[in-house]
Structures are given as C-alpha cells and as structure tokens.
C-alpha cells in the first residue's frame, strides 16, 4: 500500500522544471519505430475513457495546458515491468466536449539513487520526485536532492495529438492549441502554448498555480485575475485574425501578461515568477524556456 500511495504521489503531470529531450519523427531509430507502432496499436482499445475505467485507469491529477489529464493504472504504476503494450497511464485532453486520447505514459518506481532505466533506448525516461499538486503546478521544494528520493521514472508517447518537439518529448505545447481550435504552427514554443492556453479554457488551472506559489490577498488576486482575463481577450483576437498563428506573437502576449502580473503584485511576484519563465525583476520579461 506505502508503494501505490508513494506512486500516486510521484506520478505528477510533468512540471516547468524539467528539461525532455525531443526526439523528432524523422530521426526515429528501429527500437523507437516497433515501440510507437505496439503502443499505438495497444491505445486503439481507450480511445473511448469508458473502455479506460473498465480496464483499471483512473483520473489524476488536473488538466494541465501541455499534459491534458494523466489517468493512471494503479496496478501497473507499482510495478517494474516493462511492456510497451501495457502502458501504466494514459493521457486525455478536452476537445469540443469530449475527451480525445492523445497519448500514453508509462512508469518505473525508482528508489533514492539509483538512475533511470537503460532500455528500451539510452536517454528514453526523465525522473519524477515531489507531491503530486507542486509538481502538477511548477512548484519544487526547495534544499532537496531529487536523486536522494524515491522517484518515478516516466516514457511519454504523444500518439493522439502530434507533438512539434517529439513523439517522446514530455511536454506537448500543440494541446492548447488542439483545445482551442485552430491549426498548429509548425513550431511552438512553450510561451505560445501557455498563451493559446489563456483562450482555450485554461484560466482556471493558471489561477490555482498563482495561489499554490503566492497566496495574494483577495484584492491582489483580483487584480492578477483581471490581468489573465485582459490578456485572454488578446489572445482570442490574435488566433481568431490569423489562418495559422504567429508563435512569436503569442509569446509576445504572454511576456506582456507577466510584466501586468509583476506590476499589479510586486510583492509576490519573487514566488510568481517562475510561473511565467520569467528571469529576474527587469520590467520587460525575457521568457526562458523552463519546459
């Protein structure tokens, strides 16, 4: 039972703090073709989330704007065998009300140093440690070493929806983008995705970030709600001008929502900038990629 409890708590949707590693389609190797070709063909059976509770999966966790919902197996999160037809979580995303399966995770409980697996490719797992709502929210505990922690060890597969970065890069910036409805940019950074998320149903989640890492009085988080919903607005005209949107435009609107952020809550903006990617206290928001 401590090792399901200790699963369910390592098994975060992946966290701002990570960095992945892209594998693009085109450069595939064989082991990675046969292990995509029996995941897909294992996933076809949860296309339907009904199909995913009668097998064993379940919710967990929230919907996140680059992860969509992770649903977990309980019975095969706890345990250390590899099957890349039996993956341990799924990943579903909202799209005009129903849930589409867009991928696949699967996982490998790993204890205080000891390193991810080796197979079914050198570089294939990134390692998890923290409580399941700081890691879902960005917020890492700090003066802790994750390699003297029990971690889970995590493989992605985006099979549903194409990921720009990789069939294998953890986080997939194309979901907001699907959520929203409108086509995917060839190229997407993670400020693009966070903005589309602003018009694609996602201000509720940012919301919940914002009070995890600052707790704002009531009129303060006001005041950061408005600036969400102002630069939301922008967000919505810029997509709804543009047959493909302009990823650089909307990194543009989510830089300016963090300097609104910063000037609406200065007090909390130390424990709010890491949210926004933001580096240091300049007024101007160069927005690092901290996915």
């Known amino acids: 039972m401590r090792l399901l409890l200790l699963v369910l708590v390592l098994a975060a949707p992946v966290a701002a703090q990570h960095a992945h590693h892209a594998h693009a389609a085109a450069t595939l190797d064989s082991v990675q073709v ?4 029996d995941a897909t063909h294992a996933l076809a059976a949860f296309a339907d989330p009904a199909d ?8 967990l966790g929230p919907d996140m704007p680059h992860m969509g919902q992770h649903w977990v197996h309980p019975g095969r999160a706890v345990g250390r065998a590899f099957d890349a037809a039996e993956p341990s979580m799924l990943t579903y995303l909202p799209v005009d009300g ?3 399966l867009t991928g696949a995770a699967w996982t490998i ?16 797992w990134h390692a998890h440690a923290g409580r399941l709502m700081d890691e879902a929210f960005g917020l890492v505990p700090h003066g802790v070493r994750e390699a003297d922690r029990p971690r889970l060890a995590m493989l992605h597969a985006w099979t549903g929806i194409e990921n720009p970065d990789g069939v294998f890069t953890a986080d997939n910036w194309a979901l907001p983008f699907a959520r929203a409805g409108v086509p995917v940019p060839h190229h997407v950074t993670p400020e693009a995705g966070r903005a589309v998320a602003l018009a694609a149903g996602y201000l509720p989640f940012y919301r919940e970030a914002v009070v995890r890492a600052a707790a704002p009085p009531p009129d303060v988080l006001a ?6 919903a102002h630069r939301a607005a922008s967000v919505r005209a810029l997509i709804a001008a543009e047959r493909v949107p302009d990823v650089e ?9 963090g300097a609104e952020v910063e000037a609406v809550a200065p007090d909390a903006w130390p424990r709010l900038a890491g949210l926004f990617g933001a580096q240091g206290h300049t007024g101007t928001h160069a927005i690092a990629e901290g996915d």
């Open 223 to 228: 005041r950061i709600e408005a600036a969400f």
């Open 109 to 124: 409980p790993i204890r205080a140093g000891e390193a991810p697996p080796d197979f079914p490719w050198p570089g294939a």
């Open 52 to 59: 995913a509770l009668a097998a064993g999966f379940r919710p």
């Open 34 to 37: 046969a292990f995509l070709a």
């Open 249 to 257: 435009a909307l990194a543009a609107e989510w830089a300016r929502l």
């Open 98 to 100: 129903r849930q589409v």
